[in-house]
């Protein structure tokens, strides 16, 4: 009896898992109080050349820190790369920092995703760049100005290509 129990409670979880649908991811992003000049970086990107935060001055650079093992990362994903595709003119660049893992990981992670990132990933293996930003979850976003300054924070996943962000960007080109 106790055995029936057992498996009609854990069909019934299981049931009622499978029908759970995940919240929508926001749209919302912090705006800092005070703009915060980005620290500079160095890091490798999937063919192994480095690439700094620097190398984008002048542009707005919408930097994402993530993990492949992380959900709200992975349903985040796609919307970077529809906001890369729909915004990523000459003043605009999409920069995906994973946290450490290899790129054998992630470029197999990449080729299980519905669409496959153009934008730019880099490797922060030993999360030195996740201490400098105060990356305290994952995933962490900033938006950073022209000017090298972040502007506004998010925590969590987001839908980037959402109208509201995309007004943002071009409010942050246009400056």
């Given at each position: 009896?106790?055995?029936?129990?057992?498996?009609?409670?854990?069909?019934?979880?299981?049931?009622?898992?499978?029908?759970?649908?995940q919240?929508?991811?926001?749209?919302?992003?912090?705006v800092?109080?005070?703009?915060?000049?980005a620290?500079?970086?160095?890091l490798?990107?999937?063919?192994?050349e480095?690439?700094?935060?620097s190398?984008?001055?002048?542009?707005?650079?919408?930097?994402?820190?993530?993990?492949?093992?992380?959900?709200?990362?992975?349903?985040?994903?796609?919307?970077?790369?529809?906001?890369?595709?729909?915004?990523?003119?000459?003043?605009?660049?999409?920069?995906?920092?994973?946290?450490?893992?290899?790129?054998?990981?992630?470029?197999?992670?990449?080729g299980?995703?519905?669409?496959?990132p153009?934008?730019?990933?880099?490797?922060?293996?030993?999360?030195?760049?996740?201490?400098?930003?105060?990356?305290?979850?994952?995933?962490?976003?900033?938006?950073?100005?022209?000017?090298?300054?972040?502007r506004?924070?998010?925590?969590?996943?987001?839908?980037?290509?959402?109208?509201?962000?995309?007004?943002?960007?071009?409010?942050?080109?246009?400056?």
């Amino acid at each position: 009896m106790k055995y029936i129990i057992f498996i009609v409670g854990f069909i019934s979880t299981f049931v009622a898992y499978a029908d759970w649908q995940q919240p929508e991811l926001s749209h919302n992003l912090t705006v800092l109080k005070k703009a915060i000049p980005a620290k500079d970086f160095e890091l490798q990107d999937m063919d192994e050349e480095t690439i700094r935060l620097s190398d984008y001055k002048g542009k707005v650079v919408l930097l994402n820190f993530w993990a492949t093992w992380c959900p709200p990362c992975i349903r985040e994903m796609p919307s970077m790369e529809r906001l890369h595709q729909q915004v990523g003119a000459e003043g605009f660049k999409v920069i995906a920092i994973n946290q450490m893992e290899d790129a054998d990981q992630v470029f197999a992670f990449t080729g299980q995703l519905e669409v496959d990132p153009t934008f730019e990933i880099l490797f922060d293996t030993t999360s030195s760049v996740s201490r400098d930003y105060a990356v305290r979850g994952l995933p962490t976003t900033y938006l950073i100005d022209k000017e090298g300054r972040i502007r506004y924070r998010a925590v969590g996943g987001r839908e980037f290509d959402h109208p509201e962000v995309i007004k943002t960007i071009e409010q942050l080109m246009a400056e």
